[in-house]
């Protein structure tokens, strides 16, 4: 079974970087199988996928996100991160990691984490 | 990008049907993926693909999907799938983006 821990700061000053990282265990981050995700949802709102990384470092980012976002993989670790620079207060969400698999040319999203609350505040 | 367009509330009467919704260009290319989120809770995947769900999931889910328009179905609504639905597909611009829709809140009566 796999699973999916994010961690980090729980807060965060505006104009800072805010920097997360994912933890699978139950299978391995180098497989060509998978996309991996980060995702957020601001409190009370809806969810917004912000980019994916394949095991190879190539990414896919959110187009609105794209100028402020940076995602890595660390392989030796079966990790991988988020960073996300000059944030406000619409940055304040619970940010989640997230598999994501090819299926048949969807993507569909199999594994989720428990999520991390960030709040952008002074 | 694309988007996906949800109805934000839905109602359903215990033990009936309800359909949920969701409309895009997207999907007219790509099949839509939804998403059950309780109070608290991470988001569950409950249907994927043509109509495939995921070990778990009760069969009284389903999909299904005509032109730009996805649907979810729930079949004899039990209080325990009061949450909020996401539907989700891949961006119709061909490269790898996807796009959630602003998610259903469905009430169960």
């Known amino acids: 079974q796999v699973q999916l821990q994010e961690s980090g700061p729980g807060l965060v000053k505006p104009s800072q970087t805010l920097s997360l990282t994912c933890t699978v265990s139950g299978g391995s981050i180098s497989s060509g199988d998978y996309y991996w995700s980060w995702i957020r949802q601001p409190p009370g709102k809806g969810l917004e996928w912000i980019g994916y990384?394949?095991?190879?470092?190539?990414?896919y980012y959110n187009p609105s996100l794209k100028s402020r976002v940076t995602i890595s993989v660390d392989t030796s670790k079966n990790q991988f991160s988020l960073k996300l620079s000059s944030v406000t207060a619409a940055d304040t969400a619970v940010y989640y990691c997230?598999?994501?698999?090819?299926?048949?040319?969807?993507?569909?999203?199999?594994?989720w984490g428990q999520g991390n609350l960030v709040t952008v505040s002074s | 990008s694309s988007e996906l367009t949800q109805d934000p509330a839905v109602s359903v009467a215990l033990g009936q049907t309800v359909r949920i919704t969701c409309q895009g260009d997207?999907?007219?290319?790509?099949?839509a993926s939804w998403y059950q989120q309780k109070p608290g809770q991470a988001p569950v995947l409950v249907i994927y693909?043509?109509?495939n769900r995921p070990s778990g999931i009760p069969d009284r889910f389903s999909g299904s999907s005509s032109g730009n328009t996805a649907s979810l179905t729930i079949t004899g609504a039990q209080a325990e799938d009061e949450a909020d639905y996401y539907c989700n597909s891949r961006d119709s611009s061909g490269n790898h983006l996807t796009v959630f829709g602003g998610g259903t809140k469905l009430t169960v009566l």
């Open positions: 997230a598999r994501v698999r090819n299926d048949y040319g969807d993507l569909v999203i199999d594994y």
């Open positions: 693909g043509k109509n």
């Open positions: 990384i394949y095991y190879s470092g190539s990414t």
């Open positions: 997207s999907l007219r290319s790509y099949y």
